[in-house]
Structure formats: structure tokens, C-alpha cells
């Protein structure tokens, strides 16, 4: 469904740097356990669209003990996983980024019309810094999931 490599050889030191210059995060992929996968994907599909992410891969049953298991992200990378199971507790938050305040919008908008509920909409959070523009959606578990960007109006 997906292939996915670096686009050069990574630098071992933090932050790493890819080839061409760019920073790229620490964090790798990430994991949250839904409790039903069905209602989960509609909200991710939905919720993530606006940042340009999507499902990009399903583990095959067969490896996952039955259970669901996706992974979304920007192409090409799934980052950002899902498996069926009892909800992480307490509930997890995360943010994704956006690339505009109109796409922390689009998130919330698109969030809520899926099943989401609210969790704070779209403003400046200027109490994380001056130009810091996020928008918080609890997902059908009720994890605490943001769209946020950093860049000046
Ligand atoms: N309802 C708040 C949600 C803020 C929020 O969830 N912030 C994240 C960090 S960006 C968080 O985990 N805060 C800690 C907490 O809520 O316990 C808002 O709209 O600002």
C-alpha cells in the first residue's frame, strides 16, 4: 500500500538532518488504541484530510493478532497509527501540523462534522507563543487531538 525511505542518510545527531538540509523531528511514528476501528478511520480520514494526511497503511491481520492496525500520515510516511483495542488510559493527546490557520480551521470543521467533539476551536494560544494558532477535537475515545500552526499570520 505504501513504500516509504529517507531521502539521504540520516545524521545520527539531534536534530537529525536529512541530505538535503531539512529537520527532522525526533519523534518517529506514534501509536493510540481505539476502541472501534470503523468509527476511529472516519474520523481520522476526515479529521486529517486538510493536513494532507490519509490511511496510508493497514498491517495484514495475520501479523496483528486479528486486530486492526493503520497507520495515517503525509505521503509517503505513516507516522501516525491506530489499533483496535481499549483506549490508552488516561487518553493521549496529539498534534498534528498545519501548514496555514486556515487548515487548523478546515481540521476543526472537518473533526467535529465526523463524529468529534469539541475540545477548544480554532484560535491563538499566544500562552504557548506569540504566534501559536490551534484548534482541539476529542476523538471518538476521547483523545485529545489538535491541529496547530506556528507561523505569523
Ligand atoms: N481546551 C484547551 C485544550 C488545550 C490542550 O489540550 N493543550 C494541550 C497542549 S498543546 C495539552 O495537552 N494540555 C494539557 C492538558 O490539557 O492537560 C484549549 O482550547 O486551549
Same mark, same amino acid.
Not at 501509536?31 to 470503523?38: A, C, F, L, Y
Not at 496510508?56 to 497507520?71: S, Y
Not at 493521549?92 to 470543521?109: G, K, M, N, P
Given at each position: ?41 472516519? *474520523? =481520522?480520514? $476526515? @479529521? #486529517? %484530510?486538510?493536513? &494532507? ?6 498491517? +495484514?491481520?495475520? /501479523? ?42 478546515? *481540521? =476543526?470543521? $472537518? @473533526? #467535529? %462534522?465526523?463524529? &468529534? ?6 484560535? +491563538?494560544?499566544? /500562552? ?26
Amino acid at each position: 500500500m505504501y513504500g516509504f525511505a529517507p531521502k539521504g542518510r540520516l545524521s545520527s545527531r539531534l536534530p537529525s538532518v536529512d541530505t538535503d538540509g531539512s529537520v527532522l523531528p525526533m519523534l518517529d511514528h506514534m501509536g493510540i488504541s481505539v476502541r472501534d476501528p470503523e468509527a476511529s478511520r472516519r *474520523f =481520522y480520514d $476526515a @479529521a #486529517l %484530510a486538510p493536513l &494532507g494526511g490519509r490511511l496510508l497503511m493497514e498491517v +495484514p491481520k495475520a /501479523h496483528t493478532g486479528g486486530v486492526f492496525v493503520g497507520g495515517y500520515g503525509v505521503p509517503p510516511m505513516p507516522d501516525f497509527w491506530i489499533t483496535g483495542g481499549a483506549p490508552n488510559e488516561p487518553r493521549i493527546h496529539v498534534a498534528f501540523r498545519a501548514s496555514s490557520r486556515a487548515e487548523v480551521d478546515a *481540521f =476543526y470543521q $472537518a @473533526a #467535529l %462534522a465526523a463524529g &468529534g467533539r469539541d475540545n477548544g476551536p480554532p484560535g +491563538p494560544r499566544p /500562552h504557548y507563543h506569540e504566534h501559536y494558532y490551534g484548534a482541539f477535537v476529542l476523538d471518538p475515545d476521547g483523545h485529545n487531538i489538535e491541529a496547530v500552526c506556528h507561523d505569523p499570520p
